[in-house]
């Protein structure tokens, strides 16, 4: 007869339900802390349709005790040391211990500008939702009271082939820090897993028995074939260029790649597929979740092979990144980026690297393809000068670029690269030709003056030889010759991509002569070479100089006239170079300058003591012709550039002479003035590429319209008729300093 219930049925399952937990719960609490704690609980295996939960308050969400974090303990256990639960008996030792040597670190290489490109979108915030999930075998493994775990924090020695050998037990080998194995790790019989717990990375060699992988920190690759399933955590990557015979799981901001095969491919974080590690190769299906993202690498001449699935391929609205190397797009063709038996779904957002391509992506049942369109961003828009504008704006045309290769590199430039690029075809250098080239004849003019400086009168006037000292020959020489070395240098600054560096090195040699008792005349001629120096640009500039001069000295007043006319050969060579485009281009130019100045000076000194102040004017006349590049397409054509200043300059002159005690004269100098330039100062050149594109102009450092100059010297008289002297100068202006070093010989007769 049946038992009748007094109790209704979901009251007897309520009973029943409670009676089972407190067991359970009763037979955990005998059992110790699981030592490795998982990231983030259970793992997210496939994505079922989510419910939106309740919204709970806070006291109502029981939170666990939280583990102990044993991978953040610097050697808790000992390599081969097992954890072993409590309640177990002692048995014998299942794993055979190796001897421990040092061994070599491997050497792991990543291309970290894909980790670089690599974007992770924000959680979302809002309303929780809660997924319902598959549990984690892996979580349930390593927190299993029966799993047994031994850590790895130092070299193991080969012996035989292996490494490690574990035993019958079920186990967790963790590798930390230090961990280093050339060959075999063995789980041995039972259930076993492999965790690679170290931030360093490495290199997974041989394996055996192992049913699943972690990858729980740093980078690793895989080499050779790995029996079980595959797991890569946030924050760690994975390059599979061997074989997973199981499934492999990505988690988001997680990376995976490699040209290696696997079973199936479950990716929430980024699959890399790229020319230098290659392309998954998926035995079964993909699938990507929204938070994937599928980056991949190409380069002008050679694209990626595409990810091959021979089952189904999910995309689920994933983004593609699509990383260009340098190189020439423009022409550049479609080509797939992955290939499937059966594709569900499109990619979302595709973005790249490039800066004036977009890349467009197309479908088909069983592939996906990837082409390149030219965007709406204005080329100057990525310049960083004024200069750099002036040229992208010149280029900008849709016919340009198809006739011009560099034009093209351009357009297919990265926004790292473009600012690079534009600055190199813009020339910017040429625009400082004419400044670096007056201030070349600098010590040309300075030379002439000195020689006016050391001539005194000869006659018997007021001011005679008593109120001067005498630094050249005696009242009763009529002439004298000389001879000048120079060194001279400095540098046109603009910004740092046009900044040019000027050398130059060269001899004056000069002759003057009485013609009565206040005038004497010269005239000089002189030969000088400047080297010039800026970012890929280097010239040349041989220049020969002819000039005359007249003092007229009225007692304590001076009156110095001087012109030179000077013809210079320039040369240049210039590098450009960015993406895969590069070119070796040369010129050839001449320009031809003319100075004159008038000085007035008056000497307050008395008897061998010299202190005049004096007050000139200068004018300077700078014309080049046109010129033309030889190379190739970024060869541009140089128009002719005329200009003209007018010039004051005001300041005093010190000088004393001392007289030796073995006959010698020995006199210190020293010179300041003040110059300020008139009229327009600004150095713009005009340009064009020779091969399309439109005339830009370009701005170079502008004249300066103040300048300081500093002049001083030591003279020594060896006799009544010959003289040694060395001087150094020095001149300072807004954007532009230069500097000298003069060396000089003088023989009255």
């Not at 967790?172 to 789980?187: P, S």
């Not at 050779?224 to 260029?241: C, H, I, R, T």
């Not at 965007?375 to 670029?401: I, Y």
């Amino acid at each position: 007869m049946p038992v009748q219930h007094t109790f209704k049925p979901k009251h007897l399952a309520l009973a029943i339900a409670l009676t089972v937990c407190c067991v359970e719960s009763s037979v955990a609490q005998q059992a110790e802390e699981p030592v490795v704690t998982a990231a983030e609980g259970t793992k997210t295996r496939k994505r079922l349709p989510k419910k939106v939960a309740p919204a709970l308050p806070d006291a109502a969400i029981e939170q666990p005790e939280p583990f102990v974090d044993l991978f953040e303990i610097p050697d808790f256990i000992g390599p081969m040391e097992h954890t072993r639960p409590a309640i177990n008996e002692p048995r014998e030792d299942a794993i055979t211990r190796l001897p421990v040597v040092e061994a070599a670190k491997a050497v792991v290489e990543f291309d970290d500008a894909f980790y670089e490109f690599l974007e992770f979108p924000e959680p979302e915030t809002g309303e929780t939702e809660i997924a319902e999930l598959d549990e984690d075998s892996f979580d349930e493994f390593q927190n299993a009271y029966t799993t047994q775990i031994s850590f790895i924090s130092q070299a193991l020695e080969n012996v035989d082939g292996v490494s490690l050998q574990l035993g019958e037990a079920d186990d967790l080998l963790v590798i930390n820090n230090g961990a280093r194995w050339e060959g075999r790790l063995d789980g041995g019989a039972g259930k076993n897993g492999l965790l690679l717990n170290a931030s360093e990375g490495g290199e997974i060699g041989a394996t055996a028995n192992f049913a699943g992988l972690r990858v729980a920190r740093g980078k690793w690759q895989l080499h050779d074939e790995f029996q079980g399933s595959a797991e890569v955590q946030a924050g760690a990557s994975l390059m599979n260029n061997g074989s997973i015979e199981g499934d492999a799981y990505v988690d988001e901001s997680a990376v995976y790649g490699g040209n290696g095969k696997v079973s199936n491919l479950y990716v929430q974080g980024a699959l890399v597929a790229n020319t230098e590690i290659g392309s998954p190769i998926v035995k079964g299906n993909l699938e990507f979740t929204e938070t994937a993202t599928y980056s991949y690498g190409v380069t002008a001449d050679q694209f990626s092979t595409p990810v091959l699935v021979e089952g189904t391929a999910t995309l689920a609205n994933a983004s593609v990144q699509v990383f260009a190397a340098p190189g020439d797009y423009a022409n550049s063709a479609t080509h797939p980026i992955l290939f499937a038996g059966k594709i569900e779904g499109e990619f979302g957002r595709v973005s790249t690297n490039l800066a004036f391509l977009t890349p467009t992506l197309s479908y088909t049942d069983t592939a996906v393809a990837l082409t390149y369109k030219r965007n709406d961003l204005a080329l100057e828009r990525l310049a960083e000068s004024a200069s750099g504008q002036a040229l992208a704006r010149s280029v900008d045309t849709p016919m340009t670029a198809t006739l011009n290769t560099a034009v093209q590199a351009l357009v297919s430039s990265t926004r790292a690269s473009a600012p690079i690029a534009i600055e190199q075809l813009a020339g910017s250098s040429n625009a400082n030709l004419a400044k670096a080239t007056l201030s070349s004849l600098t010590p040309v003019s300075k030379s002439m003056l000195s020689a006016m400086h050391q001539l005194n009168t000869r006659s018997g006037t007021t001011h005679g030889s008593a109120s001067s000292p005498r630094q050249a020959a005696g009242a009763a020489d009529t002439g004298r010759v000389w001879v000048q070395a120079l060194g001279h240098g400095g540098k046109v600054d603009h910004d740092a991509d046009s900044a040019l560096k000027h050398a130059t090195q060269g001899l004056v040699i000069g002759a003057d002569w009485r013609l009565d008792e206040q005038w004497h005349v010269g005239l000089i001629g002189g030969k000088s070479q400047t080297k010039l120096d800026a970012r890929q640009y280097d010239g040349d500039l041989d220049s020969w100089h002819l000039g005359a001069y007249a003092v007229r000295q009225d007692g304590p007043m001076a009156l110095r006239l001087g012109a030179t006319y000077a013809s210079h050969a320039g040369s240049s060579k210039r590098r450009v170079a960015f993406n895969d485009f590069s070119d070796r281009l040369k010129g050839a130019y001449d320009v031809n300058t003319q100075q004159a100045f008038a000085e007035l000076g008056f000497n307050l000194g008395r008897n061998n003591v010299t202190l005049e102040p004096f007050a000139g004017l200068g004018f300077q006349r700078y014309q080049r012709d046109s010129y033309s590049e030889k190379g190739g397409d970024a060869a541009l054509r140089v128009f002719g550039q005329t200009r003209a200043n007018l010039s004051s300059t005001f300041g005093v002159r010190v000088a004393k002479t001392s007289f030796l005690d073995n006959g010698m004269r020995l006199t210190p100098r020293l010179s300041t003035g003040w110059k300020h330039t008139f009229g327009e100062i600004e150095n713009d050149t005009r340009q064009q590429l020779v091969k399309g594109g439109k005339r830009f102009d370009i701005a170079g450092a502008a004249l300066d319209r103040n300048s300081l100059s500093v002049d001083a010297g030591l003279d020594l008289g060896l006799s009544a008729n010959h003289t040694l002297g060395v001087g150094v100068t020095g001149e300072m202006g807004t954007d532009s300093r230069t500097h000298g070093v003069v060396g000089q010989w003088r023989m009255a007769f």
